[in-house]
């Protein structure tokens, strides 16, 4: 069974930063690009970032790129997000997702990220 769970959200004061994380389990990590998508109150999900297979492309939003740092430990079965410099408009939930074929076919369960002075 493919599982995704993501940790290390929580609230932020606005220019801070979180590291999120993604244990995967369940399917060949390392044979997968892996995406970071977050979801807005209100709004529909919007894609942050990909990271290839190997980890040695990815790639971002305009919004975060300068400030977000998707990266893999393919040993550890696990995906970051490095947050930095974070803004109110980041405030969202969070989303793991698994790319096959160019389509998101699992999501983790999500973590919220509040940026709020």
């Known amino acids: 069974e493919v599982q995704l769970v993501e940790s290390g959200g929580g609230l932020v004061q606005p220019g801070g930063s979180l590291r999120l994380s993604c244990a995967a389990s369940?399917?060949?990590?390392?044979?997968?690009?892996m995406s970071w998508v977050r979801q807005a109150p209100g709004k529909g999900p919007e894609w942050v970032s990909t990271?290839?297979?190997?980890?040695?492309?990815?790639f971002y939003a305009d919004s975060v790129k300068g400030r977000f740092t998707i990266s893999r430990d393919n040993a550890k079965n696990t995906l970051y997000l490095q947050m930095n410099s974070l803004k109110p408009e980041d405030t969202a939930v969070y989303y793991c997702?698994?790319?096959?074929?160019?389509?998101?076919?699992?999501w983790g369960h999500g973590t919220q990220v509040t940026v709020s002075s």
């Open positions: 997702v698994r790319k096959t074929g160019g389509q998101y076919d699992y």
């Open positions: 369940g399917f060949t990590f390392g044979n997968y690009d």
């Open positions: 990271i290839s297979s190997g980890g040695g492309s990815t």
